[in-house]
Nanobody, 127 residues
């Protein structure tokens, strides 16, 4: 059974930092492209960042580029998202996600609907 368990969310002031973590189990982690998606209040799911199977290639949405850093540890089966220079617009539930099928290339990232997600962790950026 696939398990994706996020942690690290919370309340932070604008300009602050948070580090999200995701513990994965129940599937061969190293064989899956991993992704962070988010859902702001009243809005749909939004792709944030993805990382290739070997962790050597990453991609980011324009609105987080230069502020967020995605990483993975294939031995510990964990996914992380370092979030710096947070803005109020970053307030959302953040989900760790895996593609539904293995060996997907970061050159063609599947849609958010083609991912399995965890339960999410709330990030609130507010003064």
């Amino acid at each position: 059974q696939v398990q994706l368990v996020e942690s690290g969310g919370g309340l932070v002031q604008p300009g602050g930092s948070l580090r999200l973590s995701c513990a994965a189990d129940g599937f061969p982690f190293k064989d899956y492209l991993m992704t962070w998606v988010r859902q702001a209040p009243g809005k749909g799911l939004e792709w944030v960042s993805s990382i290739a199977l070997d962790g050597l290639a990453t991609k980011y949405a324009d609105f987080v580029k230069g502020r967020f850093t995605i990483s993975r540890d294939n031995v510990k089966k964990t996914l992380s998202l370092q979030m710096d220079s947070l803005e109020t617009e970053d307030t959302a539930v953040y989900y760790c996600a895996k593609t539904k099928s293995p060996y997907r290339s970061i050159l063609k990232i599947p849609s958010v609907d083609d991912h399995d997600r965890g339960q999410g962790t709330q990030v609130t950026v507010s003064a």
